[in-house]
């Protein structure tokens, strides 16, 4: 899976309508803009410098602006440091901030705290106690500095996925090969409000897994999604987690077929239930499709489906719920629009049903163990204010009659 996870362009790219909460995205020169640009309702912005820039996950703050998180190579103090950007409601430039040491330091997720102030968590190979640490950032409601942790061991570990807990605190989930039962588990981390470590849990088996989203869901525990190596039908499997509100295990699910099937982006569903979707090389149309998985509340499988074509949709996807009960997919794709890789935006009934959707028969499964490891915590980071360019661009083309 990590090719899923190599950069593909060279500048921030925000498109205002886009439903998801983030995005990877290569942009293409135009041909027929989008209406409206700079307005308040449209806006196609790129951010960036002379080198490699890139985004990762985006939220809309509560001022009604955007504030987006990744990587910057063009600007900071090593290698590659933790890049935060904010723009005002109309995609005007207010802030950028880049984080990190000498090394390559990346913002993997990124939210707005209770306190008005934001969060990032990723990797850092330029503090910490091992090869790479997870990474976790706050800064304040203008971009300063409020503190860094770092939490890993001797070997590789990252945090994808980011959450302020009902508590006040912060739960991480990523992947480590530090700890655990395999070469690589699923890392969960939960600090309290201040950063300090309470406890972390990997969990996994004999060969690797990673978890990619996380979420707390209504009963104060907390459900993870990603994929599995260990166990399932085929070579990787979506994996999907259960822990109770103190990170004990309370049920694993693995869905999936022959090849490889995988889970980006996680939801607790107004039915109590859960969606996931990611990416399938199992089924669909195409080598590579969006993959949508929906389990009811007692972890069961409910449907499938699968978007895609017969040229490849290499895709990393982010899913909502959206008001009328249904779920709307932003991912990307290189078989649909007007260049080499395009963003794909998918909008499925509550049944999953669209005019591009197919629905699939998966294996069903279940595996994992539970390790609690201590774990090593640390601090770093410096920051700076670059300043950085804007520009704007981007089509629209339609894929349903």
């Known amino acids: 899976m990590k090719t899923l996870l190599k950069p593909l362009s060279l500048a921030l790219f925000v498109a205002a309508a886009l439903p998801t909460q983030s995005a990877y995205i290569r942009t293409s020169p135009p041909s027929d803009t989008i209406p409206a640009i700079g307005s308040s309702s449209h806006f196609c912005k790129a951010i960036g410098g002379k080198n490699r820039d890139w985004s990762s996950s985006l939220i809309q703050t509560s001022d009604s602006g955007y504030a987006i998180a990744g990587f910057t190579t063009s600007f900071g103090a090593g290698e590659a440091d933790v890049y935060v950007v904010k723009l005002d409601a109309h995609g005007n430039l207010q802030w950028t901030k880049t984080i990190g040491g000498r090394d390559f330091d990346v913002g993997n997720s990124l939210i707005q705290t209770s306190d008005g102030g934001y969060a990032i968590a990723g990797s850092t190979k330029s503090f910490g106690a091992g090869d790479e640490d997870v990474y976790v950032v ?21 945090g994808n996925s980011l959450i302020q807990t009902s508590d006040g605190g912060y739960a991480i989930a990523g992947s480590t090969q530090s700890f655990g039962a395999g070469n690589g ?12 470590l309470q ?6 088996g004999p060969a690797s897994e990673t978890g990619f989203s996380l979420i707390q869901t209504s009963d104060g525990g907390y459900v993870i999604a990603g994929f599995t190596t260990s166990f399932g039908a085929g070579d ?39 969606a996931i979707a990611g990416g399938t090389s199992s089924f669909g149309a195409g080598k590579w499709d969006v993959y949508v998985v929906k389990l009811n509340a007692d972890s069961n499988l409910q449907w499938t489906k699968t978007i895609g074509a017969k040229n490849e949709i290499f895709t990393i996807s982010s899913l909502i719920q959206t008001s009328d009960g249904g779920y709307a997919i932003a ?39 539970l390790h609690s490891p201590t774990s090593f915590i640390g601090s770093g980071g410096t920051i700076t204010s670059p300043t950085s360019r804007t520009n704007s661009g981007g089509t629209l083309s339609n894929q349903c009659p």
């Open 138 to 158: 706050k800064l304040d409601a203008n971009g300063n500095l409020q503190w860094t942790k770092t939490i890993g061991g001797k070997h590789a570990d990252g």
């Open 185 to 196: 588990d699923v890392y969960v981390v939960k600090l309290d409000a201040h950063g300090n």
């Open 199 to 204: 406890w972390t849990k990997t969990i996994g």
């Open 236 to 274: 990787e499997d979506v994996y999907v987690v259960k822990l109770d509100a103190h990170g004990n295990l309370q049920w694993t699910k693995t869905i999936g077929g022959k090849k490889e099937d995988v889970g980006f982006s996680l939801i607790q569903t107004s039915d109590g239930g859960y």
């Open 331 to 369: 991912s990307y794709t290189n078989s649909f629009g007007a260049g080499d890789w395009d963003v794909y935006v998918v909008k499925l009934d509550k049944n999953g049903h669209a005019c591009c959707a197919v629905s699939q028969t998966p294996q069903v499964g279940a595996g994992g163990r």
